[in-house]
Structure formats: structure tokens, C-alpha cells
């Protein structure tokens, strides 16, 4: 419910729909890649003209949209941003509420070993640890839905020692991509997945066979 996500925030954060509005957090696998983003790419191949993962997820959202013709749908895709510069919303606090993935954050190790380093915080799922993407919210503002209970989600790093060297991993060694092994996962990128994202945006392109065009 969006309620749940707007209790948990500060009200510049807050999705403008009652609290009992029904909302879907999307998020994507490891075979989103194989499955999904490379049949798009040979598909749409003259029309992608901008990030290939972000208009094949808006693809995808866009039919499921298609699916509910009587009802009024709302997608906000992970990338958009306000005029402010602010995202339109936050994807990590919106998984954890969903019960999607546990939202990892400083305040969750008590013997906190940073001083005033900047922390961010990460989302593990306890299929996939870290190697997975929120990529955008359903919601559907003519469905109420106040009888709906909340899931909390799987807190599938337990340990102050192990959240410690979460954090650790995530804000400082994060290229390495350890942070997304700190549990036992069930299936993580491919190889070519993981050169692709490790690659420059601008040269993404290449990687996939395609030539870079403008609006």
C-alpha cells in the first residue's frame, strides 16, 4: 500500500495517492538479461535511441499496462527524476515495505565503525542477494485496498558482523560486486551481463551491436 511507503518517509518523499492505494514494486532478475533485454535489443534494434535496459523495462511495463484497459495505471520508472533532481521515488525504501528485499542501512549495525564517512544503504533479496534491479512501481489509483497486510521482508543478513561488511563492500569496494555474494545466492548475473553493466553507459551500445543515435 502506498501508505505503507509514505509512513516510513519524509513528506517531499510522498507519493501523492491515499494511503490505502495499490501499488506493485518491479523488480528484475538475473535472467532479465537473457529472457528479456536481448530479444527486446534484436527486436527493436532501429528504435532504441536512448538506455536499452531502461526502454525495454518501459516496454515491458507499457504491456502489462495494456493488460488492465478498464483500469487507470500509473508506472514510475526508477530513473525519473523531479524538477528538483530529486528521484520521483525511492526504489530501496519502496522494495523493503513491499516485503521485496531487506533495505540494509547504518542504523542497522549498532556498533557503527564509519565516524562521519557517508554511508548508503543496500537492498538484498534473499534469492538473489544483490544481484537484482528495482526498476519501477505499478500502481493503480482507483484499487483500495485497506484490508491488505503488510510482509515484512527477509532479513537474510543477520549478523552485525555480516551487515558490517555489507555496508563496507557496498560503499567502498562496490565495483568488485562482492556486496551481491554476502549470502548464498540462488542464480546471479552471466558474464557477459556482468561486462555489460561494468561497462560505461555510453558504451553499452557497442556491447550489444548497436550504433549510438540521438533524439
Known amino acids: 500500500k502506498v501508505g505503507w511507503y509514505n509512513a516510513v518517509l ?15 514494486v518491479v523488480l ?4 532479465m538479461f537473457d529472457k528479456a533485454l536481448k530479444p527486446f535489443v534484436n527486436r527493436e534494434r532501429l528504435r532504441i535511441i536512448r538506455d536499452p535496459v531502461d526502454q525495454c523495462v518501459s516496454h515491458h511495463l507499457s504491456g502489462v499496462k495494456e493488460k488492465f484497459p478498464d483500469q487507470k495505471v500509473d508506472i514510475i520508472f526508477d530513473y525519473e527524476i523531479l524538477p528538483n533532481r530529486k528521484p520521483k521515488f525511492l526504489a530501496q525504501t519502496a522494495a523493503h515495505v513491499a516485503g521485496a528485499a531487506y533495505y540494509y542501512q547504518r542504523k542497522d549495525v549498532k556498533l557503527d565503525p564509519w565516524g562521519k564517512k557517508k554511508i548508503y544503504g543496500v537492498c538484498i533479496h534473499p534469492k538473489y542477494g544483490g544481484w537484482f534491479a528495482i526498476r519501477g512501481l505499478l500502481l493503480f489509483p482507483d484499487i483500495q485496498v485497506p484490508f491488505l497486510e503488510q510482509s515484512a521482508p527477509v532479513d537474510c543478513v543477520n549478523t552485525e558482523e555480516k551487515r558490517t561488511e555489507l555496508l563496507e563492500q557496498f560503499n567502498f569496494h562496490w565495483q568488485d560486486g562482492r556486496y551481491r555474494d554476502i549470502i548464498e545466492v540462488k542464480e546471479r548475473y552471466s558474464e557477459e551481463q556482468k561486462a555489460y553493466f ?10 550489444l551491436g548497436l ?5
Open 198 to 207: 561494468a561497462t560505461p553507459p555510453a558504451e553499452r551500445f557497442r556491447l
Open 211 to 215: 550504433t549510438r543515435f540521438t533524439e
Open 28 to 31: 528484475s532478475t538475473p535472467s
Open 10 to 24: 519524509q513528506p517531499a518523499f510522498h507519493l501523492p495517492y491515499p494511503d490505502d492505494t495499490l501499488a506493485f
